[in-house]
């Protein structure tokens, strides 16, 4: 699992108070950006320099308790499956200050070459980097 503290910012939350919905999606790109932080060049340099990206091919997301502005949540991200060219990410937003489960994004993605826009093989070190952060609960081949 992997940590990443984010401040919810004032231009995040709506008329309610309370985090607009799409900015979760945000964030848990900013967490997987840090994720990959260990790449050579990190994840900027893997798709500006490589040409490799991740592009989302699939997202659901539960939402369960508010985040308002001056929070701090905890981005707890882990891998929940781990493929020859995808892999799903699960992200936990749990409030800073009590803990508490704001809400729960599973995203997928797929090794695509940037270049001409196809699937392909995840690079060895992207696999690497997405496998030391396996959940130890999902089961293994």
């Known amino acids: 699992m992997f940590a990443y503290e984010r401040p919810i910012r004032f231009h995040e939350v709506d008329a309610a108070?309370?985090?607009f919905f799409p900015h979760f999606l945000t964030m848990?790109?900013?967490a997987m950006e840090s994720l990959f932080s260990p790449l050579d060049g990190g994840y900027?340099?893997?798709?500006?320099?490589?040409?490799?990206?991740?592009p989302a091919v699939?997202?659901?997301?539960?939402?369960?308790?508010?985040?308002?502005?001056?929070?701090?949540?905890?981005?707890?991200?882990s891998v929940l499956r781990l493929g020859n060219r995808?892999?799903?990410l699960r992200y936990l937003f749990v409030r800073k200050h009590d803990r508490v489960?704001?809400?729960e994004i599973r995203h997928t993605v797929v090794?695509?070459?940037l270049v001409h826009l196809e699937s392909c093989p995840m690079p060895d070190d992207v696999r690497?980097?997405?496998?030391?952060?396996l959940d130890p609960s999902v089961p293994t081949d």
């Open 17 to 19: 108070g309370i985090v």
């Open 28 to 30: 848990a790109h900013e």
């Open 44 to 54: 900027s340099h893997l798709v500006t320099g490589r040409r490799i990206g991740l």
């Open 58 to 77: 699939a997202l659901h997301s539960d939402f369960r308790a508010p985040l308002r502005y001056g929070d701090t949540t905890l981005v707890e991200t």
């Open 86 to 88: 995808s892999l799903t």
């Open 101 to 103: 489960l704001s809400a």
């Open 111 to 113: 090794s695509t070459d």
């Open 128 to 133: 690497r980097v997405a496998a030391s952060h």
